[in-house]
Structures are given as C-alpha cells and as structure tokens.
Nanobody, 122 residues
C-alpha cells in the first residue's frame, strides 16, 4: 500500500518561492505527480516524475517556474515553486501510480496524499 504525506504549504507573497515535500512509503515502480485544486476548479496536473529514471513532465502553466525532484534514499518527492503568482493558489496534492507511462489524468492515480494549502498573496 502506497502512502503519501505532503507538507510545506503556507502563505507566500507573489514572486516568492516555496518548496513542497511529499514523503512516501510502499514504493514500487511508480510515477509520482503533483496536482492542485483551486476553489471552484477541477483538480489539475502540475508536474510528474518517474521515480526510478527521474524524467519529468510539467504543465505549461508552471514550466520554467516549478521543478519536481525526488530523493530516492529518503523516499521524498519535492516541488520547488519559484516566481509564484496568485493563480498558483490552491491545495496541492501528491499522487502516485504504478507503471512507467505518463498520465496527467487524476483518474489514473489511485494513491493520493491529504493535500497542503498554498496561498499566494498579490
């Protein structure tokens, strides 16, 4: 059973930076993703990483500003967020799925953390 616990969300000013963490247990061959959900909006893909290979995928809205990485020894995934905008305000979730094929669909991820709130003030 895969278990995910996010942390690091807080209030930050526009233009600032923040790093989210996702502690994981119960790994197999996985793709790990960060998603976010703003009030009144659907949950959307932000970034993903293949745990073993380290290859990454980003939504266009965050490309060049966010960076996803993982520490294979500590079993922690990170989302470094720079140049934050008010549009980045959302609850951020990490999620996991087995296999090696990319997916940006929430339905393809059976394992989810509880979420962490990121609020960007303008």
């Amino acid at each position: 059973q895969v278990q995910l616990v996010e942390s690091g969300g807080r209030l930050v000013q526009a233009g600032g930076s923040l790093r989210l963490s996702c502690a994981a247990s119960g790994w197999s061959v996985l793709i790990i993703g960060w998603f976010r959900q703003a009030p009144g909006k659907e949950r959307e893909f932000v970034a993903g990483i293949r745990w073993e290979l380290g290859t990454t995928d980003y939504a266009d809205s965050v490309k060049g500003r966010f960076a996803i990485s993982r520490d294979k020894v500590k079993n922690i995934m990170y989302l470094q967020m720079n140049s934050l905008k008010s549009d980045d305000t959302a609850v951020y979730y990490c999620a996991a799925r087995f296999g090696t094929n990319w997916s940006r669909k929430t339905d393809d991820y059976p394992y989810w953390g509880q979420g962490t709130q990121v609020t960007v003030s303008s």
